[in-house]
Every structure is written in structure tokens, then in C-alpha cells.
């Protein structure tokens, strides 16, 4: 069985010695409540409820699942009795305004809650997650009575929500969708059709359940420009949001699949359900990009979430497992044989996830101070600043940071050999339920494909451009007055290679398209390993400065440098592999015909 401990010691490093939250929480409305008392003692509150509650639940939610009878669905024991716990310690609402019953503390307080909760047990995190994703929807595009209702139920708790989006034939082309909603006279629609893969569509944890519908009204457009976005309630609700009656939304049946195990993947009927627009008629797909970009980073947070966890069960073991002697002599001279944390190649995989882990707590917490900034911004313009910067760092942070994950959760069960592979050592579970994160919300060819189309080429360069500066800027400045000259100098070379290798596969696309598929994913994990260098160079300064100041906390810095050693010499030259990749020939990736793929 995995155990967890939050790293409540890393996540305060990065909150208050890296990012400077407290400054952060100066600047906006909400953050004056988030004194470091307060987040201190959430942080501490949050790590016992995912440490106590959900950890223990994590195994045997697994072994359980979910089940379906007639589209009823329950949740392994303990799910719901944990979930009636959380509403009750008021989690939903945390980072909500007052005024729907939330706390109104910063958004980035509820990641941190997040990636505690997520990394304990990712199963039934996401269950409040997706109701996460379907609060902030509403509270960007729903009328002041759609939030009356439906916001403080969800904030309280009382409900959930989900995210309704994919159909059989369709997921990541969302403009062959054919849900269909046909408006009725008092203003409300008849929603029809079938979605699948629907995360937590239908459970026991609550009395309501709002689905946030993707469907097409009558001679609307087609693609994407053709789509509208509607509220679906389970039940049907007088304004006071007292329930009347069962809505006619019903789950079909739910997957049998990989991993998450506890968490329901329902296919959802509609079958002339009571639907209400939410936001413009035809802008349903822009709608839910509010919806899509908070699940994107609450998917990148399952990949940083993979690396703790499997960076903290993995460790124990190479300390106390032996196998022959180490190379540089006997370590152990007590036992028959030297602990495998000797080997280097297992300190390899060990530290490879501790720096995905670290590297990656530090990237999605301060994108998080952009969510921030999104919801308390004082005019348009500077709300579509913090969300464009936020737009960019989305499909790094939700794809490199998932297929790190993945991988320390393979390093970390070939830590345990054999034994990796058997279920009651939990590694392989920790593996089966990191195996979704590289799929869902955008697979990681399509954020690939959303970095360099949207975010880079078609934005000619601007986010591209001003992110660099940040990364030049860093680079330049401590490669004269930092403590660790030679990560600025790395960072600056690597950006540099960055910029050569983007314009001239920009160029190579003006010629043939298929340049630009040919090299995304290349593209997106350079991105991904030259922005976490940055984040590895910032730690590096403040752990280097802390050591110098003479700090009592000496293992803990030590570690974050030694840490910072590793990612630069064994990690970030992987991002050169990438580089050459993408700028290799387009033709040995499209040259060979089909029907040549079969001869063989
Ligand atoms: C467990 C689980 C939970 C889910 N939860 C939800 C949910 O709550 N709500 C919801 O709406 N959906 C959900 N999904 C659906 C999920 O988001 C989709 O499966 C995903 O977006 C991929 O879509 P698809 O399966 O149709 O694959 P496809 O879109 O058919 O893609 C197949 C492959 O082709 C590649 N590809 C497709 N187009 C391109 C392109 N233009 N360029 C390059 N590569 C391309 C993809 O990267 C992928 O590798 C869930 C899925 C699972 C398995």
C-alpha cells in the first residue's frame, strides 16, 4: 500500500521563499485575508484531511471501483462519507466569492489544496475537481440568477458539477460534435444526444448533479463556430433551488478502464433534458475554455502529484531493500549486501522524480498567481493579459508536466524490481491512474499542437517573445550577480537554442506544413524542460542564498541544490535531443506511403 506525507516543508519554500506569495496577495482583493498565518494553517488542515482521509481510501478505492446498476452509481466505501467530511470543513468554497457562499480566499489557495488532495487519492479528487471546473464557468459566463442558484450550491458543496464535451466519434475535434439543444417557449432548451468518458457524471456523494453541456442549437454553424454551452441539471429545481423532479439525463453505463479506478467515467443519455444557455448562443467552445483551461491545470497538477507520490514510495524501499555491493565500496557492511539507494542508476530514478516533482510545484504554483490575477483584474485588458500569459504556460505545464509524471511513476516502480509490478505494493496503481493524465483535457499531441499553432505562431510570437524575455532577463541578471553563474549561463544558452530552433522550423513550415505536426511534440518538451530549468535556476539562487545567510534549515537547501545539479547536468540535455528532433527532416515522418505502413 502507498502512504503519503504532504511536503508541506517544499510547498512553503515555493509559496513563501521562491514566489513570494505574501507579496502576490498584496496586489489583489482576495489576498488580503491570506495572511502566511492563514495559508499556513489551511495548508496544514488540507495535508491532514488528504494525509488521514483520502490516502487511506486510495488502495481500496482502486480495488473496489465504482459500480452501475441501472444508472445508479455507487463509490467505493468511504468516498462519500470523505466527500460529506470536505463539504463540511467548507473545502468546495474556498476560493469563491463570499457572495455565493464561498470563502473568498485566492485561487491559488485552491491548488494548493488541490495537489494535496489529488496526490493522496486522485480517484476522488477529482470528483470536487470537476465541480471546480463547472464553478468557474458559471462565475465567468452564467447570468446573476444562474449563479444565485447553481454557484452556491456548489460552492457549498450540496452539488457537483461536470463537464460534458466528448461524444463516440469525437473528443479532441470537438466541432463534429451532434448533441443537439432545441429551444423551448419559456426559454429554456430540449437537450438530446450522447456523451461518453463523462468523469464523475453520475455518483452518491450528492443530492444534485449540474452537467455543463457542449450542444448545438437548430442551424447553427457547423464546427466549432456552431457550438453552445448549457446547464443540465440531474434534477430540476424551483428557483430556490428546491428539487421538483428527475431531469431527463441518465447514466448509460460506466468504463471498465485502466486506472482511476474509484473515480465514475460515465457514458451520459440525454434524452430531451431541461437544459439553459449558459453564456452567447454559438461561443459555448470559448465558454468552456474557462472550464478546460482550469481542468488543464488541475491535470497538470496530476502529473506533479504522480512524481510526489511516487518519489515518496520509492524512496523508502531503496533505502531498505539490498542487492550486491556498490561500485565505490561496501556501504552496508552489516548486511549481506549494499541498500539499492547506493546504485546509481536507482539515484538516477530517485532524483529524476524528486526534480519533476519540485520542478514541477514550483511551475504551477506560480502560473497560479495568473489565475489570480484573472479574477481580480481591474479592467478587460488586463484580464486577458494574466489569461493569455496563463494560455501559454497551460499546454506546457498540462503536458510535459504528465508525461513527467508518467515517467517517474515508471522510475519509481522499476525502483522496486519485480515487486513494482505486483499490486499490493501500490506502484503499479500509482502508474495505472498517472496513465489517464496524458489523454484527457487535450492529449499531449494536441496541447503540442496548441503551443505552436495558437500560442506561438498565430499570436506571432508575442507570449513566445515575452516569456523568453523573462527567461533572458533572470538569465542575465544572475549570470553577473547570482550564486550559481552557471544555471544562468545554461538558461540563457538553452533559450537561445530555443529561438533558433523555433525560426527555423517556423520557416521550414512556410514551405510544408507537416513541418509544424512534425516537430510539436519536440517543440512542447523543450519548452517543458527549458521552463522548469528556469524554475530549478530560481531555486538554485534562493537555496544558494540561504545556505549563505548561514540558515539552520542546511539538509533542506543542500537538497535543493544538489537537486538543481541533477536537473541541469541529467535532464535539461534531454531538451537538446529535442531540438534535434524537431528540426530533423519532415520527410522521414510523412514520406512513407499508407499502404506501406502494412507491408511488412
Ligand atoms: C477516464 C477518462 C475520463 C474523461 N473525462 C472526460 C470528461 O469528464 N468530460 C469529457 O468531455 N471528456 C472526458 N474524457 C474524454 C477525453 O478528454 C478524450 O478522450 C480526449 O480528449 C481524446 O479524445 P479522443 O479519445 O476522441 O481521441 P481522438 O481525438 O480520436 O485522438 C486520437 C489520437 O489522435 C491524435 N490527434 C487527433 N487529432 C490530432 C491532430 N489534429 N493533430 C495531432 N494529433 C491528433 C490525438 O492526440 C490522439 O493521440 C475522458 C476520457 C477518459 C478516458
Redesign the pocket.
Known amino acids: 500500500m502507498t502512504v503519503y506525507k504532504a511536503p508541506v516543508r517544499d510547498i512553503n519554500f515555493v509559496i513563501n521563499e521562491l514566489l513570494d506569495f505574501n507579496a502576490h496577495y498584496q496586489t489583489i482583493p482576495s489576498g488580503a485575508e491570506a495572511t502566511p498565518d492563514m495559508i499556513e494553517a489551511i495548508t496544514a488542515e488540507a495535508a491532514k484531511f488528504a494525509e488521514e482521509v483520502l490516502a487511506p481510501l486510495n488502495q481500496s478505492g482502486d480495488d473496489q471501483g465504482c459500480q452501475w446498476d441501472d444508472g445508479v452509481v455507487t463509490t467505493p466505501d468511504g468516498f462519500k462519507e470523505a466527500y460529506q467530511m470536505w463539504i463540511e470543513g467548507g473545502w468546495q468554497g474556498l476560493s469563491h466569492p463570499v457572495e455565493y457562499g464561498g470563502q473568498g480566499l485566492p485561487m491559488s489557495m485552491g491548488l494548493i489544496k488541490s495537489e494535496l488532495v489529488g496526490t493522496a487519492n486522485w480517484s476522488w479528487g477529482m470528483y470536487p475537481g470537476?465541480s471546480l471546473g463547472a464553478m468557474n464557468t458559471l462565475y465567468v459566463h452564467g447570468t446573476e440568477e444562474q449563479k444565485q442558484l447553481y454557484l452556491t450550491k456548489l460552492c457549498e458543496g450540496t452539488w457537483t458539477g461536470?463537464?460534458?464535451?466528448?461524444e463516440a466519434h469525437?473528443?479532441?475535434?470537438l466541432g463534429q460534435m451532434r448533441c443537439k439543444a432545441d429551444p423551448q417557449d419559456d426559454g429554456s432548451y430540449k437537450i438530446d444526444g450522447t456523451?461518453i468518458?463523462?468523469?464523475?457524471g453520475e455518483h452518491d456523494f450528492a443530492e444534485n448533479i449540474i452537467h455543463i453541456v457542449l450542444a448545438r442549437t437548430p442551424g447553427a454553424p457547423e464546427g466549432t463556430k456552431g457550438i453552445s454551452l448549457f446547464i443540465v441539471p440531474k434534477f430540476n429545481t424551483s428557483e430556490d433551488g428546491t428539487i421538483t423532479d428527475r431531469n431527463g439525463v441518465k447514466c448509460g453505463s460506466i468504463?471498465h478502464?485502466m486506472g482511476?479506478h474509484g473515480n465514475a467515467?460515465c457514458v451520459m443519455n440525454f434524452d430531451s433534458a431541461t437544459g439553459y444557455m449558459l453564456g452567447k448562443e454559438n461561443e459555448g467552445l470559448n465558454a468552456m475554455f474557462t472550464f478546460m483551461n482550469t481542468a488543464r491545470i488541475g491535470t497538470a497538477i496530476q502529473g506533479l502529484a504522480a512524481s510526489e507520490l511516487a518519489y515518496q514510495n520509492a524512496l523508502p524501499y531503496a533505502l531498505d531493500r539490498y542487492s550486491m555491493r556498490s561500485l565505490s565500496g561496501v556501504k552496508n557492511p552489516e548486511k549481506v549486501a549494499d541498500a539499492i539507494i547506493h546504485h546509481p542508476d536507482v539515484r538516477r530514478m530517485l532524483l529524476t522524480a524528486k526534480a519533476f516533482a519540485e520542478g514541477g510545484r514550483a511551475m504551477i504554483y506560480d502560473a497560479a498567481k495568473y489565475s489570480d490575477r484573472m479574477v481580480h483584474a481591474d479592467s478587460q485588458e488586463d484580464r486577458d493579459a494574466a489569461e493569455n500569459e496563463l494560455g501559454f504556460l497551460t499546454p506546457i505545464l498540462k503536458a510535459f508536466l504528465t508525461e513527467t509524471g508518467l515517467e517517474s511513476a515508471s522510475n519509481a516502480m522499476q525502483v522496486f524490481g519485480g515487486h513494482g509490478f505486483i499490486k499490493e505494493h501500490g506502484m503499479e496503481q500509482i502508474y495505472r491512474d498517472a496513465r489517464?493524465a496524458t489523454?484527457?483535457?487535450?492529449?499531449?499531441?494536441?496541447q503540442a499542437?496548441d503551443l505552436i499553432g495558437r500560442k506561438v505562431v498565430l499570436d506571432s510570437f508575442k507570449l513566445y517573445g515575452s516569456f523568453c524575455k523573462k527567461l533572458y532577463k533572470f538569465g542575465f541578471k544572475n549570470l553577473i550577480s547570482g550564486k550559481r553563474r552557471g544555471y544562468s549561463a545554461k538558461l540563457i544558452g538553452y533559450t537561445l537554442s530555443w529561438n533558433w530552433h523555433t525560426v527555423k522550423m517556423v520557416a521550414r513550415a512556410s514551405k510544408n506544413r507537416d513541418a509544424v505536426?512534425a516537430a510539436s511534440y519536440d517543440f512542447l518538451m523543450y519548452s517543458g524542460y527549458l521552463s522548469m530549468a528556469y524554475y530549478w535556476a530560481m531555486m538554485a539562487e534562493v537555496a544558494a542564498a540561504k545556505l549563505a545567510e548561514g540558515s539552520s534549515d542546511k539538509d533542506f537547501y543542500e537538497g535543493k541544490l544538489e537537486t538543481a545539479e541533477f536537473y541541469f547536468s541529467r535532464l535539461l540535455p534531454r531538451a537538446k535531443g529535442h531540438a534535434a528532433c524537431m528540426n530533423s527532416s519532415t520527410d522521414s515522418v510523412m514520406a512513407m506511403p499508407l499502404d506501406r505502413f502494412t507491408t511488412r
Not at 469525437?170 to 475535434?173: Q, T, W
Not at 468518458?197 to 464523475?200: L, P, V, W
Open positions: 470537476l461536470t463537464m460534458c464535451l466528448t469525437c473528443g479532441s475535434d456523451k468518458f463523462i468523469s464523475a468504463e478502464k482511476i467515467t489517464i489523454l484527457y483535457e487535450g492529449t499531449t499531441g494536441i499542437m505536426g
